[in-house]
């Protein structure tokens, strides 16, 4: 191959490359990512972290993980070029009162990024421990929070093993002090700082954007394509773009066929294989993660028929519905209040408005089925014992997820809508992160 050749070859990929990227809002690269990742942090240790510790009353956090065992609050408190804890990682975390802020030490042996630095010399002190203790008597905290819950997993960090070392090191006068840090871990990981929802919207649009080019007929061509075929160019979608995804995307179709619609179906056992065709109403669940934050979305589209230049105003109407049920719920957000008294007042009204709904919202940030409240299961609509039992918080995260079903008498079944579109909580109101769907996604047939 020659010189000439070989150039033109590279630019063709060069080029690809470069019309793949146009097509979704900009994406940055790593390098670049690091830099926000680790400018959020020292925004959120700052600005956010201090408020949630004042509000649950703990004064010191001791955070421990070793490497490949990470709790899932530690994972956030790394700088970006640290993919995983090292050895045995301990941050401790200490309020030192009104307006003097945080003290944010590391017992190991070199820095944790910019925020927490180096306080243990092993060649001073050998035992990890024993600097451990050290710094807690010097500083004197009044309740010592560890991530240990019984309910929340996001919560229960710290192994067994961890647990058990840092509670025989303690002296006897140390250990009553240690308290659950359940709630300040998820208040940790569910409060977003401004800095992140500048930005959130336009993760949540890109998400969008690949949604939309899958549901196009630069994936699908009726009558060949399956709904395993734009499951998996999904997958390769996110990957091309530097991305990564928190879920196996799924593809599903509705149509005017004998078979009903069956949860269990819906969430674990869809057929692997169905050939999109006209007249089909697809579905997708997807989701991705950049720059540590997560999306996740389902959204519809109707396969054209020949003739049809719109879909069938049965099926806009079920979407509209659904849209009045999405309002119903995000009515029913205000501070304090649990998911569970969210899921009842919301599931009250859909009935008094004649809307056969299930609703199994999630909050959604760090993790895609994060911190916070949760606000029904499908299999749980009269409530969810401990997660639904959780407070409702301001400048929090959640994904609207819900269906509604409806009788079609031209498919002589009932269908659903399913919908989920993330969304943000201030306090006062519910804003959709980057709008939702009003309008079902239309896909040429012929």
């Not at 408190?77 to 944010?104: H, N, Q, S, Y």
């Not at 709630?183 to 949540?204: D, F, H, N």
């Not at 579905?283 to 999306?295: Q, S």
């Not at 039992?389 to 301001?394: E, G, I, N, T």
Request: hydrophobic residues 40%.
């Amino acid at each position: 191959m020659t010189k000439r050749i070989l150039f033109i070859i590279l630019l063709i990929i060069y080029a690809i490359q470069l019309s793949a990227q146009d097509q979704v809002s900009k994406i940055l690269p790593m390098r670049d990512r690091a830099e926000v990742i680790d400018n959020w942090l020292e925004e959120r240790m700052r600005e956010v972290l201090p408020v949630i510790m004042r509000r649950t009353g703990i004064d010191m956090w001791i955070i421990i993980a070793r490497e490949y065992n990470e709790d899932p609050v530690i994972e956030t408190m790394l700088p970006a070029t640290w993919l995983a804890a090292r050895r045995r990682t301990i941050l401790v975390v200490f309020d030192r009162g009104e307006g003097k802020g945080l003290e944010t030490l590391a017992i190991a042996r070199y820095d944790v990024g910019k925020t927490f630095k180096k306080a243990w010399d092993k060649e001073k002190q050998p035992n990890q421990w024993a600097r451990l203790v050290e710094i807690i008597e010097e500083r004197r905290p009044s309740k010592i929070g560890v991530n240990k819950s019984g309910h929340f997993a996001l919560a229960d960090g710290i192994s067994a093993s961890e647990y058990e070392a840092l509670m025989n090191a303690l002296p006897k006068q140390h250990r009553s002090k240690v308290v659950s840090a359940e709630r300040l871990a998820l208040g940790w990981l569910e409060t977003r700082s401004k800095s992140e929802m500048v930005v959130y919207p336009q993760i949540c649009r890109i998400a969008h954007e690949i949604i939309a080019e899958g549901f196009s007929t630069k994936v699908i061509q009726p009558g060949i394509t399956s709904t395993e075929d734009v499951m998996w160019w999904y997958r390769d979608r996110i990957r091309e773009l530097k991305l990564t995804a928190w879920f196996h995307p799924t593809v599903s179709l509705q149509r005017g066929d004998p078979e009903s619609f069956d949860h269990l179906r819906s969430f674990s056992k869809r057929p692997d294989k169905q050939i999109i065709m006209p007249g089909d109403l697809l579905h997708v669940d997807f989701g991705i993660t950049y720059l540590r934050l997560n999306t996740d979305t389902q959204q519809h589209a109707y396969v054209l028929k020949a003739g049809e230049k719109d879909a069938p105003a049965y099926l806009k109407s079920a979407l509209e519905k659904t849209n009045r049920l999405q309002d119903i719920l995000t009515e029913q957000f205000q501070t304090k209040k649990t998911g569970n008294q969210i899921l009842k007042d919301a599931l009250s009204k859909a009935k008094q408005e004649g809307i056969k709904a299930t609703i199994y919202t999630h909050p959604i940030g760090y993790h895609g089925h994060g911190a916070g409240p949760t606000i029904g299961l499908w299999d749980q609509q009269g409530g969810v014992p401990f997660k639904g039992d959780y407070p409702l918080y301001p400048n929090t995260a959640h994904s609207i997820e819900l269906n509604a079903a409806f009788q079609i008498k031209e498919w002589n079944k009932e269908i659903r809508i399913m919908l989920e579109e993330d969304a943000f909580f201030d306090g006062e109101t519910v804003r959709y992160i980057d709008g939702r769907q009003k309008e079902i996604i239309l896909i040429p047939g012929s």
